[in-house]
């Protein structure tokens, strides 16, 4: 058994280069972010290739701003976090070879830890440990997973995306309104001037039992409120409108009608799960990108009010990719002296 640390973790699974250090699994005393958002917008996503380069080019100073903004130097710490999964191959590449050098030429514990877990500690930190059994929400640009949390670190899977996940039709919703990438926050603020009932766009429900999402068919209804229903012919695919014959407020009208289709399905499901657990979940943790989402966050608060569960909605910079979540939960592994070996790998997959 470990007692108290002080963990220096490092994110680089998508084009997010992060770098933190967490003080017993709650007290962040550092968080450095270095978004990649300007080297990928002009190819309306991310580019591998780009992102892995980057991160090369920018982690040693990323974790030296962690540790200076910490006040510590490497000699106080006690193990080095890294998410190892799920994620571009090349970019947690990066975050892996970093973090493998510093514990071994410091000589102390690596842990490797799940980036879409480590989402669901995000509301965990600066505050308290939320209480277990919890029902777990990741709202990303790569997932939309439910999960029951039997603790920081035993999750079992309940429902996924079975198409997109709910941040990537928000980005390409976004591009469809013209907007620049990542879409997910621009649609956000747009839809605050539109009418949310101008469009009745589908929530997907799939069949009455099932916890997993869908947001294909809400992306091409907004596809056709935007352009019209498409005519194929021989030729090719024409449309009847460009997105230029829309109005601003017709634009605002689709992503508001869009917000609220794309949020109604989250919340559904998520009610679905609290509804059918046989222990009562106790809390509610949220994370990803989307929990940043203004709509989602006060249906959140709903739901957790009417289902009487403690919500932990992170606050907004750790809802985002960010190295404080993986430092958080490999404190909880760290307690268990539970570390990987310096073969740790980096892998695009969850296992
Ligand atoms: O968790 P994250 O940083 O990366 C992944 O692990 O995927 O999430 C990024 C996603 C993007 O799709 C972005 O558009 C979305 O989160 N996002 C939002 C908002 N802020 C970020 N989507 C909707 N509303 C927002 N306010
Ligand atoms: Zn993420």
């Known amino acids: 058994m470990t007692a108290g640390s002080l ?3 490092i994110e680089s699974s998508c084009d997010e280069t992060a770098a933190s250090v967490v003080k017993d699994g709650i007290h ?3 968080n450095i972010i270095a978004s990649q958002e300007d080297l990928h917008r002009e190819y309306g996503g991310v580019v591998p ?3 892995s380069r980057a991160h090369s080019a920018r982690i040693t100073q990323v974790v030296q701003r962690a540790l200076d903004e910490a006040n510590c130097n490497t000699q106080d710490l006690t193990a080095i976090a890294v998410a190892n999964r799920p994620g571009l191959i090349g970019s947690l590449l990066v975050g892996v070879s970093a973090a493998k050098a510093l514990a071994w030429s410091l000589g102390i514990p690596l842990i490797g830890v799940n980036h879409v877990h480590a989402h669901l500690y995000a509301g965990a930190l600066d505050t308290t440990m939320p209480e277990f059994p919890a029902l777990g929400i990741v709202v990303s640009g790569g997932h939309s997973s439910l999960y029951a949390c039997h603790s920081p670190l035993d999750l079992t899977l309940l429902g996924s995306t079975i198409d997109d996940a709910v941040g990537e039709a928000y980005d390409k919703v976004g591009a469809m309104l013209g907007l620049d990438y990542p879409g997910g926050p621009r649609v956000d603020a747009l839809a ?5 009932h101008a469009h009745d766009f589908p929530v997907s429900r799939l069949s009455p039992a099932s916890l997993d999402f869908s947001f294909s068919g809400l ?7 935007i352009r019209g229903v498409p005519e194929r012919t021989n030729e090719g695919t024409t449309f009847e409108r460009e997105l230029s014959d829309l109005t601003d407020q017709q634009r605002a009208d689709i992503a508001a009608s869009f917000q609220r289709a794309a949020c109604r399905a989250v919340v ?5 799960a609290a509804q059918a657990a046989a222990t009562p979940y106790k809390s509610l943790l949220v994370g990803g990108g989307v929990s940043a989402n203004s709509r989602l966050r006060a249906e959140l608060t709903s739901l957790a009010a009417d289902e009487q569960l403690d919500l932990r909605l992170p606050k907004l910079p750790y809802c985002l990719d960010n190295a404080a979540m993986i430092a958080g939960l490999a404190h909880h592994r760290h307690t268990k002296s539970d ?3 310096l073969t740790l790998n980096a892998s695009p997959r969850a296992v």
Request: without cysteine.
């Open 28 to 30: 962040v005393r550092s």
């Open 49 to 51: 290739e780009i992102a």
């Open 7 to 9: 963990i220096l973790g």
């Open 268 to 272: 559904i499901k998520a009610q679905r």
């Open 192 to 196: 605050r001037e539109g009418d949310e």
């Open 219 to 225: 992306k091409t209804a907004v596809l056709y409120a």
């Open 339 to 341: 570390h990987d070996q």
